[in-house]
């Protein structure tokens, strides 16, 4: 159980473009989920957390205008990079609670986006 | 939530057991310290958790000091396959408990 995916797992998109990241929760229901972005050779950094059917909380820094996230169902929150530019280029990586193991976060595989 | 000071790097023996040290002076009764570790670019993996007892699953068994100050991580037989990045990260259990994650330990597991 506990099992979190994302989609895609890779894209590659124009500078000015927006993209959209889907993370799902398979096999449990999550009220909560996190998104997290890492560069190269660095650590993840928390950019939000997302609540089902409310608004997003972002990190101090993150700009809530470029990163649009939607949670509105309880086993999917997506990840929007609007207009992105090449320094958005990174590892973007969700993850979920699941209520029935307490209070650890399980992890999507990521998604590596490229801005050319 | 309380900082963790991990060391950079480690290298451990294939079969021999892996002990990753974790500092976490300010740590306060509330909080729990959780270990993550992430295989390269993969998502990050839960390993096991624990407040003030030691825990044993699976995959490690997590040694916390009396005082709580410090833990060890134990992979009694590693492999290969846990080469890694190890995260110890402190935090409060509770429905929205953020993970702050620092710069973790690498771990290289040789033939």
């Known amino acids: 159980g506990a099992v979190v995916s994302q989609h895609p797992s890779r894209v590659i998109c124009k500078s000015g473009t927006s993209v959209k990241i889907e993370c799902r929760s398979l096999?449990?229901?999550?009220?909560?989920m996190f998104w997290y972005r890492q560069f190269p050779k660095q650590s993840l950094m928390l950019m939000a957390t997302s609540n089902e059917g409310s608004k997003a909380t972002y990190e101090q820094g993150v700009e809530k205008d470029k990163f649009l996230i939607n949670h509105a169902s309880l086993t999917l929150s997506t990840l929007t990079v609007t207009s992105a530019h090449p320094e958005d280029s990174s590892f973007y990586i969700c993850?979920?609670?699941?209520?029935?193991?307490?209070?650890?976060?399980?992890f999507g595989p990521g998604t590596r986006l490229t801005v050319t | 939530d309380a900082k963790t000071t991990q060391p950079p790097s480690m290298d451990c023996a294939e079969g021999r057991a892996a002990n990753l040290p974790c500092n976490h002076s300010t740590i306060s009764g509330n909080e729990y310290v959780y270990w993550y570790r992430q295989i390269h670019s993969q998502g990050p993996q839960y390993i096991i958790h624990g407040l003030k007892n030691n825990e044993t699953n699976e995959m490690a068994s997590l040694i916390i000091t009396e005082d709580r100050k410090s833990s060890t991580l134990i992979l009694p037989h590693a492999t290969l396959r846990d080469t890694a990045v190890y995260y110890c990260?402190?935090?409060?259990?509770?429905?929205?408990?953020?993970?702050?994650f620092g710069q973790g330990t690498t771990l290289q597991v040789k033939p």
């Open positions: 096999d449990f229901q999550a009220t909560t």
């Open positions: 993850s979920a609670r699941d209520p029935q193991y307490g209070y650890e976060q399980y």
């Open positions: 990260i402190v935090r409060v259990a509770s429905n929205t408990g953020k993970l702050i």
